[in-house]
């Protein structure tokens, strides 16, 4: 079993809908990072969470310390948004900056 | 805004080739990381240093070798390239001290081919 699990694998959605996408985690963590990659290959950091909510424009990124999970929401989504997003963990025991990453989430906004 | 460049899109080489991949990063990181993404694995530590002339291994640092003479410069070297080494290659770096998970910022990648 992998130590991030991402769900679901694939999303398809309309333009406008609201989005959500989960991430797991089984270690205790110091921080959790949302990532997106856009086709082509660039990979930009979206959130980095250590308890709590951020929001950034459209984007809110929640997590649940205790319960070892964390959402990615997406709020009246749009075409430009398709894309992959990746969940990252930091392991609390690491010394170095060793993230540990989901398999990532495909997002597919239809217009 | 940090700029993290790699040498090149697209690479295609043949098996038992030398291979170098360069990473070159401006922004005075302490933090370097090399990764290799491939379907259905997502990303995958190979080497990071976390100061000038150090390195340590990642999850999967066999068959590659990496170098930092220079804090901004991050070299992964693969003595000789296999087929099973085809895969986008990523470079990262980030902040070092005491910071947890500093934000680690990607250069464009690397799509390296073996035949």
């Known amino acids: 079993k992998n130590e991030v699990e991402q769900s679901p694998q694939n999303l398809t959605a309309q333009e406008g809908e609201f989005i959500t996408i989960n991430c797991s985690y089984s270690?205790?963590?110091?921080?959790l990072h949302w990532l997106q990659q856009h086709p082509g290959g660039g990979i930009v950091s979206l959130f980095m969470l250590s308890s709590g909510k951020k929001k950034h424009g459209r984007l809110i990124a929640t997590i649940n310390i205790q319960e070892k999970h964390s959402s990615l929401h997406i709020t009246a989504s749009h075409p430009r948004d398709s894309a992959v997003y990746i969940c990252?963990?930091?392991?609390?025991?690491?010394?170095?900056?060793?993230?540990?990453f989901g398999q990532g989430t495909r997002l597919t906004i239809n217009p | 805004d940090v700029k993290v460049t790699q040498s090149s899109r697209y690479l295609v080489k043949r098996t038992g080739e030398k291979v170098f991949l360069e990473c070159v990063q401006d922004?005075?990181?302490?933090?370097m990381f090399w990764y290799r993404q491939d379907p259905g694995l997502g990303l995958r530590l190979i080497y990071f240093s976390y100061d000038v002339k150090m390195k340590e291994k990642g999850d999967i640092p066999e068959g590659y070798s990496v170098s930092r003479e220079k804090k901004e410069r991050f070299s992964l070297i693969l003595e000789s390239a296999s087929t099973n080494q085809t895969s986008m290659y990523l470079c990262a770096s980030s902040y070092g001290g005491a910071g947890a998970g500093n934000e680690q910022f990607f250069g464009p990648g690397t799509r390296l081919t073996v035949l």
């Open positions: 990252a963990v930091l392991p609390r025991d690491q010394g170095a900056q060793k993230l540990v």
């Open positions: 270690v205790g963590i110091s921080a």
């Open positions: 922004m005075d990181h302490e933090n």
